[in-house]
């Protein structure tokens, strides 16, 4: 997984210099017939939140699904920043809805 992801950044910044500093990736099993999901959430730096109690966005998420169990990913063009109310733009203007389906 971790050679993926370092491909998933030369793909993205090429050899180019770029603030990006780490990464990180996690897994996730469910189980077929049990609750399904991660519920809503907006991916963030997770150390930071913890450190600074400030949220800060990824540049490049990726969602990988190696089976085709589970609940679809939605993803919105918005940010959050600090606060309920801080959210860029207030209100989506696009969305992208990916079901579950095998190396999607």
Excluded at 54 to 63: F, G, K, L, Q
Excluded at 78 to 99: E, V
Aim: contains cysteine.
């Amino acid at each position: 997984l971790e050679a993926c992801v370092q491909r998933l950044h030369l793909l993205v910044f090429g050899d180019e210099p770029t603030p990006v500093v780490g990464g990180e990736w996690w897994l996730r099993a469910e189980e077929a017939s049990g609750r399904q999901g991660l519920g809503f959430h907006f991916d963030k730096d997770e150390s930071r939140m913890v450190r600074r109690q400030t949220i800060r966005n990824p540049e490049v998420s990726t969602v990988t699904y190696l089976t085709s169990v589970g609940a679809p990913t939605l993803v919105l063009n918005q940010t959050i920043g600090d606060g309920a109310d801080a959210m860029h733009p207030r209100l989506a203007s696009a969305a992208l809805l990916a079901h579950p389906r095998q190396n999607r």
